[in-house]
């Protein structure tokens, strides 16, 4: 081969090599391409890159249905009414009840839109209120990406409590009779203000140091709801047993450290009082006796408790404890032959 093709060929390698390189360094320099670049082509947002939509405000308002003159019927329920401007969906709040900073009812319901409206509600129910106290609504919704946080809270309201009277009948009544009975006074009555009641409203009052009457005030019912004014026995260690207070003139029917029923009764009179100390009850006589005791239960000698015509609000007997003719058989029949009575100033 002459010395210029030998020339011409390694000339020729030269350019096929030159050319392989550039394409290949032309290929890199496009692979390496900044990535912002690709990113604001591709419409990304302003190198932010955050949520491009503001957050909605949250203003909230709350309302207190079943409320009359900033109060609440004991025994009634209320409802909270929330309202929140502007509705964004899927937007979750926290509703709750609380009275003295106890939570009485809760919910963390979503905010529906009113048909038509630009705000939505939520709604809490709460169950009877009965526990005397201030009440009041607070509300929360946290902030989420659509809408801002917000909170409110209502006006603080109360309970009101009626006065009753003997005769009266419904719920209010019926709601009586049954804190009457938590408290331990015997009350077979329901929803009306019967013999029962009254009876068991005279123990209350007699035990309360009021003045001894069948009247049941709004006093009366706020201390009863509040838990309070039942009788505190003297022997809680005593087991099943009876006590008889001649200072307030009631019998407690005791077992388990407390009072399980509460009479009224009349002690002796001042002429023949009753006997004072730890005794026995010993025998049993069902019915009516000659002297007009019915269903007596002794525990003294010739002293027993006994049902008897007249029951008067103070001491009246011949030393005995008469208890109201109506309650006598359900006495007679809790107290055991053997179980202990305690008789005491």
Known sequence: MSDFRCRRLSESRAMRLGLTIAAGLATAATLALPAPAI???????????????PREPAKITVKIDGLQGGKAKVGDRVEAIVKVTPFVAHQEIEIRLANRGDTVAKSTPYVRQVKGRRFG??????KPLIDAGKYRVR?????TAHQAGGAARSKAFGLKFPDLDPGDRGPAVELFNELLRKQAYYDTDKHNYGSHTERAVMAFRKVNDMARNYQATPGIFKTLAEGKGGYEIRHPGAGKHVEVSISHQVMALADGGEAKHVFMVATGAAATPSDTGGYTFYRKDPGFNSLGMYYSVYYNRGEATHGYHAVPPYPASHGCIRNPIPDSIFIYNWIDLGDKMFVYH
């Open 39 to 53: 990113a604001q082509d591709a419409g990304g947002g302003g190198g932010g890159g955050g949520d491009p939509t």
């Open 121 to 126: 509600r939520a709604r809490l129910s709460s």
């Open 139 to 143: 509300v929360a919704k946290p902030p």
